[in-house]
């Protein structure tokens, strides 16, 4: 607990995480109420998203008994939300902007993983959905929040948040869940692949874009990052693709990914969380436009 009150990069800051009914998600909005950030919970399943909030809530309320300071711990309010939907996502930014007065950070997390099929088998009406989920959903809220940003970025906003003192010429942030499937094409994952590889052309197109407006974008592609369900299950749906690149029983499936790892281990959500608070804060006030790669060193010498 010491160590997070001593993280004061994130107090008041207010932060929107979409996709937060997932598990790294709830984590990430978890991480960042701690820290006392006010978090605005996004996510198009109702029922998910209640349970974010009251995890967020009952950490809180640890917090409260253990006698921190209120101002070292943040709040959370949940916004149901489509990506794909360019009037539900300016609504709940809207509503947002409203509730807590300003947007200075966007970690744009949701995402849809797709079949696990060879390319010649692979449905084309999901390669369809999944490129909708995680490229025009992810742009879309990319481009609501910086417009929401960029009409921020004067002084009486910058002066009134703080943001004008603490020396950094880009007060505000974006970070977009990437892949390192995006770099390595992982078999059996074309659609999945090739969603991660366009938001990386995204987020070096956007940095660009965005820098004059005072918005810094970057983005972390994680890879093999567990135990849990959606390991156990994508390594059960690798085993099941019949690709020539994956054994047919998943333990052996596990087994291999892990052999190819540098450091022989799985990655954690909260290694893939800190990366993202890096990114976000202006502990990397001087970056933008690049990857932020956490997995172990698997796809150590590749680049997008």
């Known amino acids: 607990m010491s160590s997070t009150l001593n993280d004061r990069r994130f107090l008041g800051k207010k932060i929107i995480i979409t996709g937060a009914g997932g598990n790294f998600g709830r984590d ?3 991480f960042f109420a701690c820290r006392g950030a006010c978090v605005a919970a996004m996510d198009n399943n109702a029922d998910a998203l209640n349970e974010t909030i009251a995890s967020v809530e009952s950490v809180c309320e640890e917090m409260r008994q253990g006698s921190v300071p209120e101002e070292c711990i943040g709040k959370i309010k949940g916004y149901t939300c489509d ?4 009037g539900s996502v300016e609504d709940a930014v809207k509503s ?3 509730d807590f007065g300003g947007i200075d950070m966007l970690w744009n997390n949701a995402g849809y993983q797709g079949q696990i099929k060879p390319t010649l ?3 084309p009406k999901d390669f369809a959905t999944v490129m909708n989920i995680n490229v025009t959903g992810m742009f879309i809220v990319l481009q609501s929040v910086a417009k929401r940003m960029s009409a921020q970025n004067n002084v009486e906003y910058l002066r009134r948040e703080g943001s004008e003192t603490n020396g950094s010429s880009h007060p505000f942030s974006i970070v977009n869940t990437a892949s390192v499937a995006a770099l390595r094409g ?3 994952m074309v659609a999945y692949s ?3 590889a366009a938001i990386l052309a995204m987020t070096v197109s956007s940095a660009k874009d965005l820098a004059p ?3 810094r974008v970057n983005a972390v592609s994680p890879a ?3 135990p849990g369900y959606m390991w156990t299950r994508q390594n059960e749906l690798h085993a099941q693709s019949g690709s020539p690149y994956f054994p047919d029983d998943p333990e052996k499936v596990a087994a291999a990914k892990i052999g190819g790892v540098p450091m022989k281990r799985l990655g954690t959500i909260n290694e893939v969380i800190n990366s993202v608070a890096y990114l976000l804060s202006d502990d990397s006030s001087y970056t933008t436009g690049t990857n932020l790669v956490v997995d172990g060193g698997l796809s150590s010498g590749l680049k997008a």
Do not use: F, M, R
Request: proline residues 4%.
């Open 194 to 196: 090739s969603s991660k």
């Open 83 to 86: 990506v794909t939907n360019v």
């Open 28 to 30: 990430g909005c978890i």
């Open 96 to 98: 947002v902007g409203e």
């Open 186 to 188: 992982t078999p059996a």
């Open 121 to 123: 088998e692979y449905d």
């Open 224 to 226: 093999l990052i567990g």
């Open 213 to 215: 407006h005072g918005i």
